[in-house]
DNA sequence: GTGTTTGCAAAGTGTTTGCAATTTA
DNA sequence: TAAATTGCAAACACTTTGCAAACAC
């Protein structure tokens, strides 16, 4: 069986991301249409700061190393992204802001998403005392085989 | 001369640390005695470097915050401790290193143990090509209700 | 024009490391 | 005594922040 990308819950982003950020409440700058663009514009992906400044600095935005923080930390108060807790050293953002679950490659520390609908857990025991759950986050690390 | 894994996350801990060390090949210097007492000794526990540095200043073990980190790594690594990345921020670490998934208080930082036996992830897809699972982490984000 | 956003450099936070002094076996 | 361990301070990696200049509307 194939294992495919997962289907991107999210509807077709504008070829401009200039809806998308307006949508969301951000002013479409020059330096948010382009990480919009890097982001959104591909499939699915994740990314940390670094490795979006390299990309931004690689397709030739000039777009500071504290705007990509600024930038991520807005998109993701805006529900375009999503944080990814896999690696205390690290933040990870996720542009598939939909239910699913990944793999984390513990070589290569490269998450990848599982395919929709794989995964259900079973057997949830009560929240503590007055809590309700917001998300349930399940993590397949994976290595080579020695 | 094999590293031995400790006996059992579950069963008593000895009333001195001594053994455990010596099992873990750790030589049982006054500062892992106290850190390894005031660890095992309760039952299982979320640690931070922080969180622990400042129990054994208050239990009047002088510990440096430098030594805490070693140690944390060591007991980790000889399988005496288990790291939970839960938090991008800050390292955990669990004294329960058998089979089980947590809780995360998103207000508090909290993280609860879930009972055993509770939690079966069904479904799980393959692995990426020539991996194989090492583990499966479930985290069950909560949160007062609005 | 006015309020928002950017970029730089500095500061902050959690963690690791080099090395002399100390401790353990 | 030899080898392992500690503690300090400095170094580190990642991230956040203050503020003047640039930009969007």
């Known amino acids: 069986m194939t294992v495919m990308k997962p289907a991107s819950h999210h509807q077709n982003r504008p070829a401009k991301p ?3 950020l307006r949508n969301a409440g951000l002013r479409p700058t020059r330096q948010r249409k382009a990480l919009a663009q890097l982001l959104f514009a591909q499939g699915d992906r994740h ?9 931004a600095l690689a397709a030739g ?4 190393l504290a705007t990509i923080y600024n930038t991520l930390h807005q998109f993701s108060d ?4 999503r ?6 050293s690290k933040t990870y953002f996720d542009t ?13 520390n490269e998450i990848v998403d599982m395919p929709d609908g794989y995964i259900r857990v079973e057997n ?3 929240p503590p005392q007055g809590m309700e759950i917001s998300r349930v986050d399940v993590i397949v690390r994976v290595r080579s085989p020695l």
Chains 1, 2 share one sequence.
Not at 47 to 55: K, M, P, R, S
Not at 61 to 64: E, I, K
Not at 96 to 108: K, Q, V
Request: aromatic share 10%; proline share 2%.
């Open 18 to 20: 200039d809806g998308l």
């Open 47 to 55: 990314v940390t700061a670094e490795t979006l400044y390299d990309e």
């Open 61 to 64: 935005y000039h777009v500071s």
């Open 78 to 81: 805006a529900g375009l992204l």
């Open 83 to 88: 944080v990814i807790a896999i690696d205390t």
């Open 96 to 108: 598939n802001t939909g239910d699913h679950h990944h793999f984390f490659i513990e070589e290569t």
């Open 124 to 126: 949830l025991p009560e």
